[in-house]
């Protein structure tokens, strides 16, 4: 028996030309391997893990999906809002991953300037959208491969 697997894409579409790319990057990948997948999208950057926690609490007793994969662009300003963003994000989707064994594959571009943003998020060059699928799919891989006796 074959286990088919289901991604839910979390996105802040704040940058939306740079996610749009992000999530083509990561749907082709997931197109390619035939894995459903579904798209949310949020605010900002700040909302994706605790989305990501919502739909996990909800769907606790009949999983929806068996990962997530965050996908997003934060770009250097000249406050420190971008410090706490970047940090507060990619520190929310490790603690959401490790503490609730929860597969999140972290797309979210943080980046000095849009130039690096159009770079990284392009289906056809680095692809970060298809990397983040990468990630949470071993997670997942991980998980899966776990026997209990």
Known sequence: MTYKKKILLVCSPYYKDITDNLIIGASDLL???AIDYEILNVPGAL???PAIKL???KSQNKQLFDGFVALGCIIRGETYHFEIVANESSR?????????SI???NGILTVSNKDQ???RSDPNLLNKGAGA???CLSLIDIR???KYE
């Not at 929310?92 to 609730?100: E, G, Q, V």
Request: no cysteine; aromatic share 6%.
């Open 103 to 105: 597969p999140i594959g």
């Open 144 to 146: 899966n491969s776990i």
């Open 31 to 33: 197109k390619s391997k």
């Open 117 to 119: 943003a159009i770079t």
């Open 133 to 135: 699928v990468i990630a």
């Open 55 to 57: 739909i996990s609490d």
């Open 47 to 49: 909302e994706i893990a």
């Open 92 to 100: 929310a989707l490790t603690y959401l991953s490790i503490n609730y």
